[in-house]
């Protein structure tokens, strides 16, 4: 059985204070980057699943502190 390695990437912007973008943050979160087949675990019952059967994720986040 083959195991695949993935990559996950995660980053955060936050501005500065002041001005009309002061306390907003963006954060951008990837999975399996490289988009590589799941890795698997077996259960304890021994049945093979994969851990996430989706591939690669994006997501965009966009938060305002006031």
Do not use: E
Not at 5 to 23: E, H, I, K
Not at 48 to 64: C, D, E, F, M, Q
């Amino acid at each position: 059985m083959k195991c695949a390695l993935t990559v996950n990437l995660r980053g955060s912007y936050s501005f500065p204070d002041g001005g009309a973008l002061g306390g907003v943050r963006l954060s951008v979160n990837v999975d399996n980057l490289f988009d590589q087949a799941p890795p698997y675990q077996a259960n304890a019952t021994g049945t093979v699943s994969t851990a996430n059967p989706i591939g690669r994720a994006v997501t965009v986040g966009l938060s305002k502190r006031w």
